[in-house]
């Protein structure tokens, strides 16, 4: 377009825009252009409260969160620099169960179900991989589980397997812990976690478990066990609860005769975490022998006896040969020497032998002391004054008497379990206790109270919104309306015919025509009864004026 014709449609425009039409065209617009924004005011005191529906997800769990929540037609916005996810509040719940449904968040650990989608011709070595990334994905999510642990990570290393015994190797594990912030694991959380990834990978040890958190600490460090320093965690837990429990028995056997806030005990054992064995052997010494009992005995007695040797005279006699035996009348008794012989005396040798065995009195014990087992207590009580009213009502701190003293001690060895063979000692103290100011901590006002603070905003948002539409109606919306009708008005009354004209003038005169209530009808009926005037007066006047708007196109 040329300018010549732009110049040319320039007062055509500016003279649709000033006649009757043009100016209706604009109000009518301006209204539009007011309902908008009264209805954008609504929609923004309308706007629902958003809360987090998943933080801490990966990209590609974000993006199918995102798909279906714009599935399922939920407005949804981005918080924390893209970090969470927040849908309106009154569908956090029914998002997270139908997104549960679809399985998302899938998270980042890829578990068994990597395995289901196995393709045909895959090799060996990918099975493998496969497999071993479906464990470590499986042992990231049950660590996962626990409170403490934010995220977590398993890397395996499965040796290949041999049939040489010397080129075996064990599997090893490392696991990284990203705990959430402010929370650590204790030992026995560590160890759970240790035995939990030796417990699912076969011929894995627990000595081959290595723990590590997100700032590089190494959680699974068995150099600082009881071998080490002495005593683990457990074993001081231990140690300061049997303190506790002694001081807090003390406490409670002391507190109804001079008060609760009037007596504290503190306390202190030596506990031996040892784990000692003992064997003795004892034998007792020598016994009597009509007191000790007799094992064996064994008795053996020989005796050697043999024929008498020569007698008699030696010489030539003794040798001659004996003569012819003769039967005497009497026979001489037996053994009896031959007359003139000497008698003969048998040789006999005798030999006694006595083996006596006795009981020995032995003695083998076996001692295993348990672990944990006291070695000495000791306990320190503070009791403070009793106070007693005097006559005059004024209260007065007095110590406590020797009797009243010695009772206490008597009972607080009875609660403690006084043993004085073990090296046991108690401290039993009456003084004054210092007077704690009370601190007083100011009320805080109804309008510094996050709970008003979020309440006031909340109204306040409301408030605006009505006061805006209110403002828009009243200030801007009806009077364009009212001043869209009474132009209206107006020109269907300068277009109306003569005798409509003169039967209304006919009517003000004669008083028939009634008075309206409204202001804007009253308005026009002032103006239709100046006009008739001024057509009633000049006439000319009037039809210079239509004359000019018939000319002027307005």
Known sequence: MSVAGEVALTPKLMGLTQGPGGRKFLQMLAIAAVIAIM??????????????????????????????????????????????ILVPANQVYEARLKLAS????????????????????????LEQVNFQRALEGELARSIESISTVQSA???LALPKASVFVREQQKPTASVLLNLQPGRILDRQQVSAVVHLVASSVPELLTKNVTVVDQNGNLLSDTSSGPGANGLDPSQLKYIHELQSNIAKRVESIIAPIVGAQNVHAEATADVDFSNTEQAAEIYKPNQTPDAAAI?????????????????GVPGALSNQPPA???????????????????????ATNTQKESTVNYELDKTVRYVQQPMGGLKRLSVAVVVNYRDTVDKSGKVIS??????????????????????????????????PFARAEKETIPDVPLWKQPENIQLAKDIGKYLIAIAVLLYLFF??????LRKVTEDTGAHAALAAPEDDVVHLSHMSASGELTEMTSHGALAYQQNLEIAKSLAKQDPKIVANVVKSWVNGNE
Not at 63 to 74: E, F, R, Y
Not at 295 to 311: D, I, Y
């Open 153 to 155: 990570r398993v890397l």
């Open 295 to 311: 094992r064996s005995q064994q008795t053996s007695e020989t005796l050697n006896g043999g024929s008498a040797n020569a007698t």
């Open 398 to 431: 007095r110590p406590l008497s020797a009797a009243e003293k010695a009772q206490i001690t008597d009972l607080v060895k009875e609660a403690m379990g006084y043993n004085q063979q073990r090296g046991d000692t108690l401290n039993v103290v009456n003084s």
């Open 324 to 346: 012819p035996a003769t039967a005497p009348l009497t026979a001489p008794a037996a053994n009896t020497p031959a007359p003139g012989a000497a008698p003969a005396t048998p």
């Open 102 to 125: 679809q399985g998302l968040p899938k998270g980042g650990n890829v578990g068994f179900e990597l395995m289901e989608n196995q393709k045909l011709g895959v090799s060996q070595f």
């Open 39 to 84: 209805a954008g005011v609504w929609m923004w005191g309308q706007q629902p409260d958003y809360r987090v529906l998943f933080s801490n997800f990966s990209d590609r769990d974000g993006g199918a969160i995102v798909a279906s929540l714009q599935q399922m037609n939920v407005p949804y916005k981005f918080a924390e620099g893209g970090g969470a």
């Open 475 to 480: 200030r801007v919306l009806k009077p364009m």
